[in-house]
């Protein structure tokens, strides 16, 4: 039996991300890795025939590849996991891993070959829709023109004229779901204010046909805490590892 890495374009590979996607079923956050060819990509040979993939980009620089984010195999070779990941990791001379632990497969290789293995952000999923109140607020889509700061915003909260808060939804992640980010005005926060922009960038998420989904950083408590009062789940979490010396 002949295995093979060898590196090649997201064309050879890409049927292999669609069964990847749609096995996850999750906001995949590397995703747009490969639109904006941020990343190599590796395809798997046995005896010449293609059964999965891998992908690189760069941990901390965009142009740097240093980092293993994607190994993906079809499930009857699965137990070759570890003879791939060695010779990807082997071809590529990646240092690093990152991924989600909802990825279940390069989860079990990052403990397997790496060490200082810490969690940069948590991941969360939608379960509920909450029925929040706010009749002196106004939850508003911006026009273009509105939309053109310097820290453009997609959606805003005022009372009167008075802007409360800003956020919006990322939309270049894996279908069908939708990035939910936000930020409370300094003197409105410990107000219920972010609750409600959350749950009004839900509504708007599912609106267009996306699910929301989110995230923030490990030691972001306030996040978290409004992120689970607005029907969110903790689902994952971002985590990143050295790979071990041989």
């Known amino acids: 039996m002949a295995i093979e890495v060898i590196k090649t374009d997201l064309k050879e590979i890409q ?3 669609i069964l990847f996607l749609q096995e996850s079923n999750f906001q995949f956050i590397y995703d ?4 904006y060819g941020w990343a190599d990509t590796y395809v798997f040979l046995q005896d010449k025939v293609k059964i999965g993939y891998g992908a690189i980009w760069g941990k901390d620089k965009r142009d740097e590849r240093d980092a ?3 190994c993906y195999l079809l499930k009857d070779y699965r137990t070759l996991a570890t003879a791939y990941f060695s010779l990807l990791q082997q071809m590529s001379g990646a240092p690093f891993i990152e991924c989600q632990s909802n990825d279940a497969l390069l989860t079990s290789l990052l403990f397997e ?17 909450t029925r929040f109140t706010r009749p002196d607020t106004v939850f508003q ?45 300094k003197d409105y926060r ?19 046909g996306r699910v929301p ?13 409004t992120l689970l009062k607005t029907g969110f789940s903790v689902c994952g979490y971002r985590l990143n590892g050295t790979i071990k010396k041989r």
């Open 141 to 185: 889509r911006l026009s273009p023109q509105q939309n053109a700061g310097s820290e453009p915003a997609e959606y805003v909260l005022k009372q009167q004229e008075e802007i409360l808060a800003t956020g919006g939804l990322m939309l270049n992640y894996n279908m069908p779901f939708a990035d939910i980010y936000y930020e409370v005005n």
């Open 213 to 225: 989904a989110a995230r923030c950083n490990i030691t972001n408590l306030a996040s978290k805490a």
């Open 113 to 129: 070959h790496s060490q200082n293995i810490f969690a940069e952000a948590m991941l969360f999923e939608d379960h509920f829709q």
């Open 68 to 70: 293993i984010f994607e």
């Open 190 to 208: 410990q107000r219920g204010f972010g609750s409600y922009m959350v749950q009004e960038l839900k509504r708007a998420a599912y609106s267009i």
């Open 32 to 35: 747009k890795c490969h639109t």
């Open 15 to 17: 049927a292999f991300r």
